[in-house]
């Protein structure tokens, strides 16, 4: 008998007491009874399906750094300077659903604003119909990112050159821009075989951050939560889309911008007219302030002649009699004397 056979026996015994120790111990669990966790959750119908659809939305593809396509002598030579490559949105018209529709191919990658920041951002910033600001803004970010990143670059560069000391000028600003990120994340980002690693990280999160830029899509004048999702041919070809269409909710919510208003009345009473008469039943003002202050006063000054000759009758009827035509011009003009 060799020597693992004489340990054969000590070793299932041991197994045994282990066994023993781990039944004994789930027994405080409600075991046999209790069969612990579901090995497969079953998800619901609904969930599933939505889970599915995403993954089968296709990604915006966009690339850090961005790819460079230089189109002119200048950028040739120096380099173009970074854009961002967002989501295109193609606006359009119809009779049926109005003037400020527009729609975007649907990505499983794409962010919207939150529907309370996009609120705040078009009622109380009034930043409705041009976006032009918040793309400039998104813009510059962009590019603030890209050329931060470069610095980190340079930073890192600069660290393995022992020629260089980074604490001279002027390579001293550089230091003081860049490295507080290591002062930050040295305490949670490990070294790996002695090597510092943090610069890389950070680099890591700043692409991050600046290719999601790329993925945002502003959907004024509408909330993100009105995107309603379809189908529709685009280039011979069935994509999903997240469509927005008819009155936007804010427009129902709080006054249209007067600006707004103004732009209808002045240049195009075709959108005027189109909201009169498909938004009639939900008490919107769709005239400008100006308009409406002129109709206003109007009103006042045709209910204020309707009292003077409301005056004029009632005398006439309780003085009882006639008079001439010189006492009729006298009251007259003692009554627009009054009003004016």
Same mark, same amino acid.
């Given at each position: 008998?060799?020597?693992?056979?004489?340990?054969?026996?000590?070793?299932?015994?041991f197994?045994?007491?282990? +066994?023993?120790?781990?039944?004994?111990?789930?027994g @405080?669990?409600?075991?046999?009874?209790?069969?612990?966790?579901?090995?497969?959750?079953?998800?619901?119908?609904?969930?599933?399906?939505?889970?599915?659809?995403?993954?089968?939305?296709?990604?915006?593809?966009?690339?850090?750094?961005?790819?460079?396509?230089?189109e002119?002598?200048?950028e040739?030579?120096?380099?173009?300077?970074?854009?961002?490559?967002?989501?295109?949105?193609?606006?359009?018209?119809?009779?049926?659903?109005?003037?400020?529709? @527009?729609?975007?191919?649907?990505?499983?990658?794409?962010?919207?604003?939150?529907?309370?920041?996009? +609120?705040?951002?078009?009622?109380?910033?009034?930043?409705?119909?041009?976006?032009?600001?918040?793309?400039?803004?998104? +813009?510059?970010? @962009?590019?603030?990112?890209?050329?931060?990143?470069?610095?980190?670059?340079?930073?890192?560069?600069?660290?393995?050159?022992? %020629?260089?000391?980074?604490?001279?000028? $002027?390579?001293?600003?550089?230091?003081?821009?860049?490295?507080?990120?290591?002062?930050?994340?040295?305490?949670?980002?490990?070294?790996?075989?002695?090597?510092?690693?943090?610069?890389?990280?950070?680099?890591?999160?700043?692409?991050?951050?600046?290719?999601?830029?790329?993925?945002?899509?502003?959907?004024?004048?509408?909330? $993100?939560?009105?995107?309603?999702?379809?189908?529709?041919?685009?280039?011979?070809?069935m994509?999903?889309?997240?469509?927005?269409?008819?009155?936007?909710?804010?427009?129902?919510?709080?006054?249209?911008p007067?600006?707004?208003?103004?732009?209808w009345?002045?240049?195009?009473?075709?959108?005027?007219? %189109?909201?009169?008469?498909?938004?009639?039943?939900l008490?919107?003002?769709?005239? $400008?302030?100006?308009?409406?202050?002129?109709?206003?006063?109007?009103?006042?000054?045709?209910?204020?002649?309707?009292?003077?000759?409301?005056?004029?009758?009632?005398?006439i009827?309780?003085?009882?009699?006639? @008079?001439?035509?010189?006492?009729?011009?006298? %009251?007259?003009?003692?009554?627009?004397?009054?009003?004016?």
């Amino acid at each position: 008998m060799s020597l693992d056979e004489k340990f054969i026996p000590i070793r299932n015994a041991f197994y045994q007491i282990v +066994e023993s120790i781990f039944e004994k111990t789930a027994g @405080f669990f409600g075991y046999p009874k209790n069969p612990g966790m579901p090995t497969i959750y079953e998800m619901p119908n609904q969930v599933y399906a939505r889970s599915q659809f995403f993954d089968s939305l296709p990604k915006h593809k966009t690339y850090w750094p961005p790819i460079q396509r230089p189109e002119t002598w200048f950028e040739m030579i120096f380099g173009p300077a970074p854009k961002v490559d967002a989501v295109p949105r193609y606006i359009y018209e119809s009779k049926e659903e109005g003037f400020y529709n @527009f729609y975007i191919e649907n990505y499983k990658n794409i962010y919207f604003l939150p529907d309370w920041l996009s +609120e705040f951002i078009q009622v109380r910033l009034n930043i409705c119909l041009d976006i032009s600001l918040l793309e400039t803004v998104r +813009e510059v970010l @962009f590019i603030g990112l890209m050329i931060y990143s470069q610095m980190v670059i340079l930073r890192i560069a600069i660290s393995w050159l022992i %020629y260089i000391n980074p604490y001279t000028f $002027p390579w001293c600003y550089l230091a003081a821009a860049v490295d507080w990120t290591e002062d930050v994340l040295q305490g949670i980002v490990p070294a790996i075989l002695g090597v510092n690693i943090t610069g890389s990280v950070f680099l890591g999160v700043l692409g991050v951050i600046a290719d999601s830029l790329n993925h945002l899509v502003f959907t004024m004048p509408f909330l $993100p939560s009105e995107a309603e999702e379809t189908k529709l041919l685009i280039n011979q070809e069935m994509k999903d889309v997240l469509i927005f269409h008819y009155l936007p909710i804010l427009w129902y919510r709080h006054p249209i911008p007067n600006d707004i208003r103004e732009f209808w009345y002045d240049q195009r009473p075709d959108i005027l007219d %189109y909201m009169q008469t498909a938004y009639k039943d939900l008490n919107i003002q769709f005239l $400008p302030d100006s308009v409406i202050k002129q109709l206003s006063q109007k009103a006042d000054l045709v209910s204020q002649v309707s009292n003077i000759s409301n005056d004029f009758s009632t005398e006439i009827l309780a003085n009882g009699n006639l @008079f001439d035509s010189n006492e009729l011009f006298n %009251y007259l003009n003692n009554g627009f004397d009054t009003f004016f």
